[in-house]
Protein backbone atom coordinates (compact mmCIF):
# COMPACT_ATOMS: atom_id res chain seq x y z
CA UNK A 1 0.00 0.00 0.00
CA UNK A 2 1.24 3.44 -0.61
CA UNK A 3 2.16 6.19 2.01
CA UNK A 4 -1.12 8.31 0.76
CA UNK A 5 -3.11 5.22 0.76
CA UNK A 6 -2.03 4.25 4.34
CA UNK A 7 -2.49 7.41 5.27
CA UNK A 8 -6.75 7.68 4.21
CA UNK A 9 -6.78 4.24 5.48
CA UNK A 10 -5.57 4.98 8.69
CA UNK A 11 -7.82 8.26 8.68
CA UNK A 12 -11.21 6.33 8.38
CA UNK A 13 -10.37 3.50 11.08
CA UNK A 14 -11.39 3.70 14.59
CA UNK A 15 -8.87 0.92 15.64
CA UNK A 16 -5.13 0.84 14.59
CA UNK A 17 -3.55 -2.25 14.71
CA UNK A 18 -0.27 -0.86 16.44
CA UNK A 19 -1.10 1.67 19.20
CA UNK A 20 -5.04 1.38 19.48
CA UNK A 21 -5.14 5.03 19.04
CA UNK A 22 -4.31 7.85 16.90
CA UNK A 23 -3.00 10.74 16.70
CA UNK A 24 -5.18 12.92 17.34
CA UNK A 25 -5.09 11.86 20.83
CA UNK A 26 -2.20 14.03 21.62
CA UNK A 27 -5.24 16.44 21.95
CA UNK A 28 -5.80 15.66 25.33
CA UNK A 29 -6.91 12.20 25.64
CA UNK A 30 -4.71 8.92 27.28
CA UNK A 31 -3.61 5.97 26.28
CA UNK A 32 -2.58 3.08 28.34
CA UNK A 33 1.08 2.83 26.30
CA UNK A 34 3.90 1.88 27.74
CA UNK A 35 7.14 4.19 27.90
CA UNK A 36 9.36 2.47 25.53
CA UNK A 37 6.08 3.28 22.77
CA UNK A 38 5.66 6.92 23.09
CA UNK A 39 7.74 9.96 21.73
CA UNK A 40 6.31 13.48 22.22
CA UNK A 41 6.32 15.73 19.43
CA UNK A 42 7.20 19.48 19.54
CA UNK A 43 5.84 21.14 16.32
CA UNK A 44 5.25 24.39 14.77
CA UNK A 45 3.76 22.90 11.20
CA UNK A 46 0.32 23.42 10.71
CA UNK A 47 -2.11 20.09 11.56
CA UNK A 48 -2.86 19.20 7.60
CA UNK A 49 1.26 19.18 7.57
CA UNK A 50 2.13 17.22 10.82
CA UNK A 51 -0.61 14.97 11.11
CA UNK A 52 -0.86 12.58 8.13
CA UNK A 53 3.34 11.59 8.94
CA UNK A 54 2.24 11.23 12.87
CA UNK A 55 -0.31 9.04 11.74
CA UNK A 56 1.85 6.98 9.52
CA UNK A 57 4.53 7.13 11.93
CA UNK A 58 2.03 5.27 14.64
CA UNK A 59 1.00 2.57 11.75
CA UNK A 60 4.49 1.33 10.91
CA UNK A 61 6.20 1.55 14.23
CA UNK A 62 3.43 1.05 17.12
CA UNK A 63 4.99 4.58 18.63
CA UNK A 64 2.04 6.72 20.10
CA UNK A 65 2.94 10.21 19.75
CA UNK A 66 2.01 13.29 21.53
CA UNK A 67 1.45 15.98 19.56
CA UNK A 68 2.10 19.84 21.13
CA UNK A 69 2.22 22.29 18.46
CA UNK A 70 2.62 26.38 18.25
CA UNK A 71 4.97 28.78 17.19
CA UNK A 72 8.25 28.05 16.14
CA UNK A 73 9.84 30.70 18.80
CA UNK A 74 7.09 29.85 21.65
CA UNK A 75 8.64 26.06 21.30
CA UNK A 76 12.21 27.18 21.08
CA UNK A 77 11.74 29.19 24.01
CA UNK A 78 10.11 26.28 25.96
CA UNK A 79 12.39 23.43 25.00
CA UNK A 80 15.66 26.23 26.25
CA UNK A 81 13.41 26.16 29.48
CA UNK A 82 13.03 22.81 29.75
CA UNK A 83 16.48 21.87 29.09
CA UNK A 84 17.74 20.09 32.30
CA UNK A 85 14.56 17.97 32.17
CA UNK A 86 13.32 17.86 28.95
CA UNK A 87 9.62 16.96 28.48
CA UNK A 88 9.56 16.41 24.48
CA UNK A 89 11.51 14.24 21.99
CA UNK A 90 11.76 16.08 19.14
CA UNK A 91 11.14 19.65 17.59
CA UNK A 92 9.50 19.26 14.31
CA UNK A 93 9.81 22.15 12.22
CA UNK A 94 10.87 25.89 11.98
CA UNK A 95 13.68 27.16 9.70
CA UNK A 96 17.17 26.20 10.12
CA UNK A 97 18.51 28.99 11.57
CA UNK A 98 16.20 29.07 14.53
CA UNK A 99 16.98 25.44 15.23
CA UNK A 100 20.67 26.91 15.04
CA UNK A 101 20.00 29.25 17.81
CA UNK A 102 18.34 26.80 19.95
CA UNK A 103 21.17 23.85 18.74
CA UNK A 104 22.66 23.82 22.34
CA UNK A 105 19.44 21.76 23.22
CA UNK A 106 19.73 19.06 20.90
CA UNK A 107 22.16 16.19 20.27
CA UNK A 108 23.75 15.01 17.76
CA UNK A 109 21.96 12.23 15.13
CA UNK A 110 23.08 11.56 11.80
CA UNK A 111 20.56 9.17 9.85
CA UNK A 112 21.25 7.40 6.95
CA UNK A 113 18.36 8.79 5.30
CA UNK A 114 19.88 12.19 5.18
CA UNK A 115 22.72 10.90 3.14
CA UNK A 116 20.28 10.83 0.23
CA UNK A 117 19.67 14.66 0.35
CA UNK A 118 20.13 16.84 -2.36
CA UNK A 119 21.86 20.79 -2.84
CA UNK A 120 18.31 21.74 -1.10
CA UNK A 121 19.05 20.67 2.10
CA UNK A 122 21.56 22.78 4.55
CA UNK A 123 23.48 20.41 6.58
CA UNK A 124 24.55 21.04 10.12
CA UNK A 125 28.13 19.80 10.35
CA UNK A 126 27.66 18.72 13.94
CA UNK A 127 23.93 16.98 12.86
CA UNK A 128 22.13 18.60 15.87
CA UNK A 129 19.17 19.51 13.25
CA UNK A 130 18.25 18.08 9.65
CA UNK A 131 16.42 19.74 6.62
CA UNK A 132 12.80 18.58 6.29
CA UNK A 133 12.43 20.20 3.43
CA UNK A 134 12.87 23.70 1.37
CA UNK A 135 11.01 26.23 1.48
CA UNK A 136 11.01 29.27 -1.08
CA UNK A 137 9.80 32.65 -0.09
CA UNK A 138 7.10 34.51 -2.21
CA UNK A 139 5.36 37.58 -2.73
CA UNK A 140 1.14 36.69 -3.06
CA UNK A 141 -1.17 39.25 -4.41
CA UNK A 142 -4.98 39.30 -4.70
CA UNK A 143 -5.49 39.12 -8.40
CA UNK A 144 -8.78 40.84 -7.57
CA UNK A 145 -7.18 44.03 -6.20
CA UNK A 146 -3.84 43.67 -8.09
CA UNK A 147 -2.82 43.28 -11.20
CA UNK A 148 -0.20 40.98 -12.40
CA UNK A 149 1.37 44.98 -13.93
CA UNK A 150 1.21 46.47 -10.58
CA UNK A 151 2.26 43.97 -8.52
CA UNK A 152 5.25 44.28 -6.08
CA UNK A 153 8.27 41.99 -7.56
CA UNK A 154 10.77 42.72 -5.24
CA UNK A 155 11.90 43.15 -1.64
CA UNK A 156 12.47 46.59 -1.96
CA UNK A 157 9.31 47.33 -3.74
CA UNK A 158 7.27 46.22 -0.61
CA UNK A 159 8.68 49.38 0.69
CA UNK A 160 6.84 51.80 -1.38
CA UNK A 161 4.31 53.71 0.20
CA UNK A 162 0.91 52.95 -1.79
CA UNK A 163 1.53 49.00 -0.12
CA UNK A 164 1.29 50.91 3.35
CA UNK A 165 -0.99 48.72 5.88
CA UNK A 166 -1.83 46.39 2.53
CA UNK A 167 0.82 43.90 3.57
CA UNK A 168 0.08 40.49 5.15
CA UNK A 169 3.12 39.95 7.42
CA UNK A 170 3.36 37.46 10.50
CA UNK A 171 5.10 38.30 13.72
CA UNK A 172 8.57 37.30 13.37
CA UNK A 173 8.54 36.91 17.26
CA UNK A 174 6.41 33.99 16.80
CA UNK A 175 6.08 32.84 12.86
CA UNK A 176 9.99 31.23 12.10
CA UNK A 177 8.98 32.21 8.39
CA UNK A 178 8.33 35.61 8.83
CA UNK A 179 11.78 35.84 10.90
CA UNK A 180 13.42 34.49 7.70
CA UNK A 181 11.97 36.75 5.18
CA UNK A 182 13.70 39.28 7.11
CA UNK A 183 16.97 38.03 7.60
CA UNK A 184 16.61 37.58 3.86
CA UNK A 185 15.41 41.31 2.91
CA UNK A 186 18.36 42.10 5.61
CA UNK A 187 20.97 40.29 4.18
CA UNK A 188 20.29 41.59 0.88
CA UNK A 189 19.87 45.48 1.78
CA UNK A 190 21.34 45.83 5.14
CA UNK A 191 19.77 46.26 8.49
CA UNK A 192 17.48 49.92 7.51
CA UNK A 193 15.33 47.68 5.60
CA UNK A 194 13.73 46.17 8.50
CA UNK A 195 12.70 49.37 10.02
CA UNK A 196 11.25 50.69 7.04
CA UNK A 197 9.38 47.62 6.47
CA UNK A 198 8.05 47.89 9.76
CA UNK A 199 6.79 51.05 9.22
CA UNK A 200 4.82 50.18 6.26
CA UNK A 201 2.81 47.74 8.11
CA UNK A 202 1.03 50.92 9.12
CA UNK A 203 0.49 48.88 12.38
CA UNK A 204 -1.30 45.55 10.63
CA UNK A 205 0.41 42.28 11.94
CA UNK A 206 -1.05 38.71 11.99
CA UNK A 207 -0.08 36.44 14.47
CA UNK A 208 0.41 33.68 12.56
CA UNK A 209 2.05 33.01 9.33
CA UNK A 210 -0.77 30.51 8.53
CA UNK A 211 -2.69 33.43 8.12
CA UNK A 212 -1.37 35.23 5.60
CA UNK A 213 -2.32 33.52 2.23
CA UNK A 214 -6.12 33.41 3.56
CA UNK A 215 -6.53 37.02 4.44
CA UNK A 216 -4.98 38.41 1.40
CA UNK A 217 -7.53 35.69 -0.92
CA UNK A 218 -10.29 37.33 1.48
CA UNK A 219 -9.17 40.99 0.41
CA UNK A 220 -7.92 41.79 3.65
CA UNK A 221 -4.44 42.52 2.01
CA UNK A 222 -3.69 43.04 -1.16
CA UNK A 223 -0.13 41.07 -1.20
CA UNK A 224 2.02 39.37 1.06
CA UNK A 225 4.87 37.51 2.09
CA UNK A 226 4.52 33.63 2.62
CA UNK A 227 6.34 30.58 2.05
CA UNK A 228 5.86 29.27 -1.84
CA UNK A 229 3.79 25.68 -0.35
CA UNK A 230 1.23 27.90 1.56
CA UNK A 231 0.60 29.92 -1.43
CA UNK A 232 0.45 26.20 -3.71
CA UNK A 233 -2.43 25.33 -1.24
CA UNK A 234 -4.48 28.47 -0.95
CA UNK A 235 -4.44 28.23 -5.16
CA UNK A 236 -5.46 24.51 -4.83
CA UNK A 237 -8.51 25.92 -2.44
CA UNK A 238 -9.58 27.90 -5.17
CA UNK A 239 -8.46 31.10 -4.10
CA UNK A 240 -8.07 34.33 -6.36
CA UNK A 241 -4.40 34.74 -5.15
CA UNK A 242 -0.57 34.30 -7.35
CA UNK A 243 2.58 34.45 -6.70
CA UNK A 244 6.15 35.33 -7.84
CA UNK A 245 9.27 34.83 -6.72
CA UNK A 246 11.35 37.88 -5.81
CA UNK A 247 13.10 39.03 -8.43
CA UNK A 248 15.86 40.65 -6.54
CA UNK A 249 16.75 37.14 -4.95
CA UNK A 250 15.13 34.89 -2.23
CA UNK A 251 15.41 32.16 0.10
CA UNK A 252 14.84 28.65 0.43
CA UNK A 253 15.41 28.56 4.00
CA UNK A 254 14.76 24.29 5.12
CA UNK A 255 12.00 23.30 7.51
CA UNK A 256 14.11 21.17 10.34
CA UNK A 257 13.67 18.73 12.58
CA UNK A 258 16.46 17.41 15.69
CA UNK A 259 16.23 15.47 19.11
CA UNK A 260 16.54 16.77 21.98
CA UNK A 261 19.55 16.67 24.17
CA UNK A 262 18.26 14.61 27.21
CA UNK A 263 15.15 13.03 25.34
CA UNK A 264 12.76 10.72 27.45
CA UNK A 265 12.35 8.20 24.47
CA UNK A 266 15.57 9.11 22.12
CA UNK A 267 15.37 5.10 20.39
CA UNK A 268 11.78 6.82 19.05
CA UNK A 269 12.98 9.91 18.18
CA UNK A 270 15.44 8.52 15.90
CA UNK A 271 13.18 6.28 14.32
CA UNK A 272 10.96 9.59 13.64
CA UNK A 273 13.74 11.21 12.11
CA UNK A 274 14.91 8.40 9.56
CA UNK A 275 10.72 8.46 8.87
CA UNK A 276 10.23 11.82 7.46
CA UNK A 277 13.44 11.92 5.74
CA UNK A 278 12.16 8.44 4.31
CA UNK A 279 11.62 8.41 0.54
CA UNK A 280 7.87 7.49 1.69
CA UNK A 281 7.58 10.11 3.53
CA UNK A 282 9.40 13.22 1.47
CA UNK A 283 7.73 11.75 -1.94
CA UNK A 284 4.70 12.43 0.15
CA UNK A 285 5.39 15.73 0.83
CA UNK A 286 6.70 16.82 -2.80
CA UNK A 287 3.37 15.25 -4.14
CA UNK A 288 0.71 16.34 -1.66
CA UNK A 289 2.11 18.70 0.35
CA UNK A 290 3.08 21.05 -2.67
CA UNK A 291 6.60 21.57 -0.57
CA UNK A 292 10.20 20.95 -1.72
CA UNK A 293 11.68 17.34 -0.48
CA UNK A 294 15.32 17.57 0.42
CA UNK A 295 16.04 13.40 -1.48
CA UNK A 296 17.26 13.12 -4.71
CA UNK A 297 14.90 13.17 -7.64
CA UNK A 298 11.84 14.74 -5.50
CA UNK A 299 10.04 17.65 -6.60
CA UNK A 300 6.63 19.55 -6.68
CA UNK A 301 4.58 19.17 -9.42
CA UNK A 302 4.15 22.15 -11.88
CA UNK A 303 6.25 24.52 -10.20
CA UNK A 304 9.70 26.13 -10.85
CA UNK A 305 12.93 23.81 -9.68
CA UNK A 306 14.89 25.48 -6.96
CA UNK A 307 17.67 25.64 -9.33
CA UNK A 308 15.33 27.94 -11.82
CA UNK A 309 14.48 30.00 -9.33
CA UNK A 310 16.33 33.05 -8.21
CA UNK A 311 18.10 32.64 -5.28
CA UNK A 312 20.29 35.12 -2.75
CA UNK A 313 22.93 33.26 -0.80
CA UNK A 314 21.45 33.09 2.59
CA UNK A 315 23.96 33.36 5.77
CA UNK A 316 21.84 30.53 8.31
CA UNK A 317 24.80 31.02 10.76
CA UNK A 318 24.51 34.89 10.57
CA UNK A 319 20.67 34.50 10.88
CA UNK A 320 20.72 32.41 14.03
CA UNK A 321 23.59 34.83 15.32
CA UNK A 322 21.75 38.12 14.92
CA UNK A 323 18.14 37.02 15.55
CA UNK A 324 17.74 38.71 18.78
CA UNK A 325 19.47 41.99 17.41
CA UNK A 326 17.05 41.61 14.69
CA UNK A 327 13.51 41.09 16.66
CA UNK A 328 14.93 43.81 19.25
CA UNK A 329 14.90 46.08 15.92
CA UNK A 330 11.39 44.86 14.72
CA UNK A 331 10.13 45.97 18.90
CA UNK A 332 11.63 49.01 18.07
CA UNK A 333 10.36 50.04 14.68
CA UNK A 334 6.77 48.32 14.73
CA UNK A 335 3.75 49.61 16.37
CA UNK A 336 0.39 48.15 16.48
CA UNK A 337 -2.55 49.73 15.32
CA UNK A 338 -4.82 51.04 17.58
CA UNK A 339 -7.85 48.99 17.27
CA UNK A 340 -10.87 50.89 15.25
CA UNK A 341 -8.06 53.07 13.07
CA UNK A 342 -6.52 50.40 10.68
Known sequence: MSFLK??????LCTVFVFTGCSAS????QNCAVQPEQQLVLYTSHPEEIYEPFIREFEERTGVWVKVISGG??????RIQQEKDAPAADVMFGGGVESLEGCSA???SYHSGESDA?????ISDPRDRWTSFSALPLVIIYNTKLVSERDAPTTWSSLLDSKWQGRIAFANPQVSGSCYTALATAVQLYGTEYLPDFARNLKGRCLQESREIAPRVADGSYSV?????SNALQTIAEGADIAYLYPEDGTSAVPDGVAVLAGAPHPE????????VLGRDAQAYLAGELHRHAVREGLSPKGVQKLENIPMMEYDVKWAAKEKSSLLALWTKAFSPAEEGKR
Open 268 to 275: NARQFVDF
Open 224 to 228: GVTLE
Open 105 to 107: CFT
Open 6 to 11: RIEAAM
Open 72 to 77: TQELLN
Open 25 to 28: SSKG
Open 117 to 121: ATIAA
